[in-house]
């Protein structure tokens, strides 16, 4: 540690927001004077941890496919945004910095056209076979520009996952299921898995870049019936017999990419049988050593159980609970970890947030920093995904939101986008999560902590109440921390830097708005 001043007096700042400059078209927010009444007070015991934050992640899902063929500035706008971890001259962030990039391998709905029976042609996707049965690796090019722009900005893990088997295998010949069955066949289980080791293998000799994931599965509890996108369902013994086929193919490659299971379409899956009878008790059923699925043995299966926190959002203090069940069953597993891997605001939300109608305001912002803040705190996740990064919808699922238009158009960040980059852009992979709690007792100021492996002290504090909130940071005795950064996302900003003025180690965070504060230990 570096010789200096204890951080419960640290010097912070008082972070009122007031826009004293617009420089980069963000504000640069300074504080105006202190908040009546007495402050709250955060403490953080480094000393105690819990779970390794691997990454942040987001999807090239569906947009990317035609946004990656725009003309090169705002293709490379649009990859900063999501990848950049940049700092400019006069201290604005150029992105959030994800540290993990999810590449949708597509089952041939593109080429088959009106004829795929997904209405929708933004959610049809190429697949990498060619039409003579071979492979053509300069297929999907707008997505293998954005895996390639990741990697150019610093993204160090990728992630395949197909929403179904390519068309060629499936039992209806479609890129989605008829009533609710399944869609592949036993006998294609190996072919399928060939084919997803295939590419793998034909990504890395086209671009260098490596699948360390590839996750077989997406959502397998829903019908996948209704021509919406991709997918299909499956029991959990068919999940369990192409992971087992998968596990052989990558091996026979000499590939290292592991797999990961299940992608479960809301997270009660994973620890109950809930509705879903046979594709549920995922948690049991694949890494119970007892489990005629069990799967924990095979060699390149990652001791990791992923979900989605779909549906299960609102109200808070249920969706904690929830959390706590899933985190404690996890636990019981020794070495299993939970992997959050896709969200975006779905539903009514209990009549919170409904999904529908694109939002760049403050109002999603909020909403999304607090469901992380429930997944990494209450459910104990070490990776946390966003679905689909770029959209051209009427809805509340982009990061960043661009004209529905294949060949050029404008785009814009969203305040999701800032508010997820208030934890991806400095919770690195490493990072431990550390003990964090708030005398004010209220869901209305939510706080955590994390200690990256430079040894930087990360405090992220959402404050969705109306009124602004007196704090002051705490560290546990003995420690001591350097001078300090902070990070404003709001109304008004986006993760601006907080010009810190004045001294008392108390500081002001602004209603309905996320603070990063980022120390040197």
């Given at each position: 540690m570096q010789n200096s001043q204890h951080l419960g007096t640290l010097f912070l700042g008082l972070l009122m927001a007031a826009s004293v400059s617009c420089n980069g078209g963000e504000p640069v927010v300074e504080t105006v004077g202190p908040a009546g009444g007495p402050a709250v007070t955060i403490r953080i015991d480094p000393s105690k941890k819990y779970q390794t934050i691997r990454n942040f992640g987001g999807s090239d899902a569906w947009a990317c496919q035609f946004a990656g063929n725009w003309p090169l500035a705002k293709k490379n706008g649009i990859a900063d945004l999501l990848f950049s971890t940049d700092t400019l001259a006069d201290g604005h962030l150029k992105g959030i910095g994800l540290s993990l990039w999810r590449f949708n391998a597509g089952g041939g709905t593109t080429e088959q056209g009106e004829a795929s029976g997904i209405r929708d042609e933004w959610r049809r996707a190429e697949s990498f076979f060619a039409a003579d049965g071979g492979y053509d690796w300069n297929k999907q090019a707008g997505q293998m520009w954005f895996l390639n722009a990741a990697k150019e900005r610093g993204v160090k893990e990728f992630l395949l996952f197909p929403n179904t088997p390519p068309v060629q295998f499936t039992t209806n010949g479609k890129g989605f299921a008829t009533n609710g069955q399944p869609n592949l066949a036993s006998q294609q289980f190996d072919k399928f898995a060939g084919y997803l080791a295939d590419v793998i293998d034909g990504v890395r000799k086209k671009t260098g870049i490596t699948f360390q994931y590839v996750s077989p599965a997406n959502e397998p509890q829903w019908d996948w019936s209704d021509g919406g996108?991709?997918?299909?369902?499956?029991?959990?013994?068919?999940?369990?017999?192409?992971?087992?086929?998968?596990?052989?193919?990558?091996?026979?490659?000499?590939?290292?990419?592991?797999?990961?299971?299940?992608?479960?379409?809301?997270?009660?899956?994973?620890?109950?049988?809930?509705?879903?009878?046979?594709?549920?008790?995922?948690?049991?059923?694949?890494?119970?050593?007892?489990?005629?699925?069990?799967?924990?043995?095979?060699?390149?299966?990652?001791?990791?159980?992923?979900?989605?926190?779909?549906?299960?959002?609102?109200?808070?203090?249920?969706?904690?609970?929830?959390?706590?069940?899933?985190?404690?069953?996890?636990?019981?597993?020794?070495?299993?970890?939970?992997?959050?891997?896709?969200?975006?605001?779905?539903?009514?939300?209990?009549?919170?947030?409904?999904?529908?109608?694109?939002?760049?305001?403050?109002?999603?912002?909020?909403?999304?920093?607090?469901?992380?803040?429930?997944?990494?705190?209450?459910?104990?996740?070490?990776?946390?995904?966003?679905?689909?990064?770029?959209?051209?919808?009427?809805?509340?699922?982009?990061?960043?939101?661009?004209?529905?238009?294949?060949?050029?158009?404008?785009y814009q960040s969203s305040k999701m986008l800032w508010a997820l980059g208030n934890f991806s852009r400095f919770v690195r992979p490493g990072a431990r999560r550390v003990e964090a709690s708030s005398s004010l007792g209220t869901d209305a100021l939510l706080v955590s902590s994390y200690l990256n492996t430079n040894n930087e002290l990360v405090t992220v504090i959402v404050n969705s109440d109306n009124e602004e909130k007196e704090v002051q940071l705490a560290l546990g005795s003995g420690q001591q921390a350097g001078a300090a950064k902070a990070y404003e996302t709001s109304a008004q900003s986006d993760l601006a830097p907080l010009k810190m003025i004045g001294s008392g180690g108390k500081f002001l965070v602004k209603g309905r708005s996320i603070v990063t504060v980022v120390n040197k230990m």
């Open positions: 996108q991709e997918g299909t369902p499956y029991f959990n013994n068919q999940v369990a017999a192409i992971t087992r086929s998968l596990s052989a193919a990558l091996l026979k490659k000499n590939l290292p990419t592991q797999i990961n299971v299940a992608e479960a379409g809301q997270i009660e899956y994973l620890y109950s049988e809930h509705n879903r009878p046979g594709r549920a008790s995922q948690i049991t059923a694949f890494f119970d050593k007892n489990s005629t699925d069990y799967i924990g043995n095979l060699p390149n299966v990652v001791p990791a159980i992923s979900a989605h926190s779909y549906f299960t959002t609102s109200p808070y203090k249920t969706a904690v609970e929830k959390r706590k069940q899933l985190a404690n069953a996890v636990a019981a597993v020794p070495g299993l970890e939970y992997w959050q891997t896709e969200y975006c605001i779905l539903g009514d939300n209990e009549g919170e947030i409904k999904g529908e109608g694109r939002d760049l305001s403050i109002t999603s912002g909020l909403y999304i920093a607090r469901v992380i803040h429930n997944d990494l705190v209450n459910a104990n996740a070490t990776t946390w995904h966003w679905w689909i990064s770029v959209s051209p919808y009427d809805y509340k699922d982009g990061l960043v939101y661009i004209d529905k238009s294949k060949t050029d158009g404008q």
